[in-house]
C-alpha cells in the first residue's frame, strides 16, 4: 500500500529565503507525482507535475525534482515571499490499477516580511 | 485554462439531514474523483465516478452514505446522507484534464451541527 509523507510538517522563515520542502513515497512504481498548492479554507491549485521517466521541472520560482529509486521528491522554492504561505501537498499516481491520487500528509508554510 | 466549479461553496447543516455537491467540469472527461478533507488533515478519496456506470468506492465508504452520480461526461453528484458532526469537512471534485494533471474544485466547506 502506497503512504506518503512529507517532511516537515509545517516552516515559517523570513522573506527571501530558499526553501526546500520534502515528499517521500514507499512504493516506487508511480506514473507520475504531482505537488499543490493549497490556500486557508480553498481548494487545490496545481503546481507542478513530474512523469516518472522525468527528473525535475521548473516553473518561475518553483523546481521540482524526482528520485524514483529512492522513493523522494523535493520542492524547490527561490527566493520565498508571503505570497507563498499556503499548505504545500504533494500526491503520486500509481504505475498500475488505479487513477487516483494517494496525498502526502502537507507541508504549511508560512513567509514573514 | 480549465475549470472545475462546485455548489454549494459553503453550507451548515443539521444532523440527520442531507446535502448534494454538485461538480461541473468545462470539459469532458472519463473519470471525476471525489475527495474528503477532514480539518487539519490531508485528503482522502471517497469515490471515481465514471459516466455510465456505479461509482467505485475506497475502503471505509459506502454507497448508503455517499451516493454518486455522473449523469454525463462533465457533470457529477455527491450527496451526503445522515449527515453528523463527523462529516463536517471541505469536500473535493477533481478530474484528469490538461496533460494528465489532476485539477481540483474550490471545495464545498460543510458544517454539521
Known amino acids: 500500500k502506497q503512504e506518503v509523507t512529507q517532511i516537515p510538517a509545517a516552516l515559517s522563515v523570513p522573506e527571501g529565503e530558499n526553501l526546500v520542502l520534502n515528499c517521500s513515497f514507499t512504493d516506487s512504481a508511480i506514473y507520475n507525482l504531482q505537488w499543490f498548492r493549497q490556500d486557508p479554507g480553498k481548494g487545490l491549485t496545481s503546481l507542478l507535475l513530474?512523469?516518472?521517466?522525468?527528473r525535475e521541472q521548473t516553473s518561475g520560482r518553483l523546481n521540482a525534482s524526482l528520485d524514483k529509486s529512492s522513493g523522494r521528491s523535493t520542492l524547490y522554492i527561490a527566493a520565498s515571499q508571503p505570497g507563498d504561505s499556503a499548505t504545500y501537498l504533494c500526491a503520486v499516481r500509481s504505475l498500475v490499477g488505479t487513477d487516483k491520487l494517494i496525498f502526502g500528509t502537507g507541508t504549511r508554510l508560512q513567509v514573514f516580511p | 485554462s480549465a475549470v472545475i466549479s462546485q455548489k454549494p461553496s459553503r453550507d451548515i447543516c443539521q444532523r440527520g439531514t442531507s446535502l448534494t455537491i454538485q461538480c461541473q467540469v468545462d470539459s469532458q472527461v472519463t473519470m471525476m474523483f471525489w475527495y474528503r478533507q477532514q480539518p487539519g488533515q490531508s485528503l482522502t478519496l471517497i469515490a471515481t465516478a465514471n459516466q455510465g456506470s456505479e461509482a467505485t468506492y475506497e475502503s471505509g465508504f459506502v454507497i448508503d452514505k455517499f451516493p454518486i452520480s455522473r449523469p454525463n461526461l462533465t457533470f457529477s453528484t455527491l450527496t451526503v446522507s445522515n449527515m453528523s458532526p463527523e462529516d463536517s469537512s471541505i469536500y473535493l471534485c477533481s478530474a484528469y484534464l490538461v496533460q494528465e494533471t489532476q485539477y481540483f474544485g474550490p471545495g464545498t466547506r460543510l458544517l454539521v451541527l
Open positions: 513530474i512523469q516518472s521517466s522525468q
